[in-house]
């Protein structure tokens, strides 16, 4: 702690002395959640940065070997640009960079989901806005905003059909409607076939049947998924994304339908009682 602190102490003096070349008032302005999006690591992740006990958090910039702190000016070293060392501020979020290079993983959709919710939780350690309550409206602002991606980004890639959807769209070939894909008519058919099904559903023990049919299906479905994705075959892997859309519907639905059985199933016991 002592030597944390006489080396901190002696950076500031060294930063005190330290005058931009060209000096300038910056200023916050708001941003709106398109424009607040990190470039992430490339040899590192902030999460590695953090566990060796580095103090201060790093997505790292590529175009820069330095940034200027919005709020003092000083430069701020490559692989310290959330937090200025000097006056300690959080730093607006910068250029555009996808969701993986956010969490620091391969742009691929087979992922670890446990080191991704690792690293969301280390990220949000740092960044949530619980954490900005006694600081300015600027950093409030701007914890905000690093939230709400972090959040979207983990929601995106924590679900197996977004984080294809989100894939094929970062690599050029994306998928907006699955109505874009022209279906065989057998499996059209049998679509329908599952949803008049659970149309006629009358009982939990027949909807749990065809939910257990229909995870069998999704199951199949990510595997070829993963397989083209694997492959690099973009358009196999659009049109198994748009039928596992379909199927995803359907388990929607199933859902619902638990909802309502156990919803009925309280309010019959109400009466009983």
């Not at 555009?96 to 670890?112: P, R």
């Not at 009358?202 to 994705?229: H, M, P, S, W, Y």
């Amino acid at each position: 702690m002592a030597v944390n602190f006489i080396l901190r102490t002696f950076k500031r003096s060294m930063l005190r002395n330290y005058v931009p070349a060209k000096p300038r008032q910056l200023h916050f302005c708001s941003m709106n959640l398109s424009q607040c999006v990190l470039l992430g690591p490339v040899n590192g992740t902030f999460c590695n940065l953090f566990c060796r006990k580095i103090c201060t958090t790093a997505w790292i910039c590529t175009d820069s070997d330095s940034v200027s702190c919005w709020k003092c000016g000083v430069s701020i070293d490559l692989n310290k640009v959330l937090f200025c060392d000097y006056c300690e501020v959080v730093q607006k979020p910068k250029y555009d960079a996808d969701y993986f290079t956010i969490f620091g993983i391969k742009k691929k959709f087979e992922i670890d989901n446990r080191e991704l919710t690792k690293m969301f939780r280390l990220l949000q350690m740092q960044l949530h806005p619980d954490r900005f309550t006694q600081k300015s409206e600027d950093e409030k602002q701007i914890s905000a905003c690093y939230s709400s991606l972090l959040n979207q980004a983990y929601k995106t890639l924590s679900s197996p059909l977004e984080r294809g959807l989100y894939l094929l769209e970062i690599q050029g070939h994306p998928l907006s409607d699955e109505r874009e894909i022209i279906m065989e008519p057998n499996f059209l058919n049998e679509v329908m076939e599952i949803n008049e099904k659970i149309h006629e559903v009358e009982n939990k023990n027949d909807l749990e049947r065809i939910q257990k049919a229909n995870e069998i299906t999704l199951g199949k479905l990510l595997r070829e998924v993963a397989d083209e994705f694997r492959n690099n075959n973009w358009e196999s892997a659009r049109e198994y994304l748009a039928q596992l859309k379909y199927y995803s519907k359907i388990q929607e639905r199933i859902k619902e339908l638990e909802q309502e059985f156990e919803e009925r199933k309280i309010k019959v016991t109400c009466c009983i009682s």
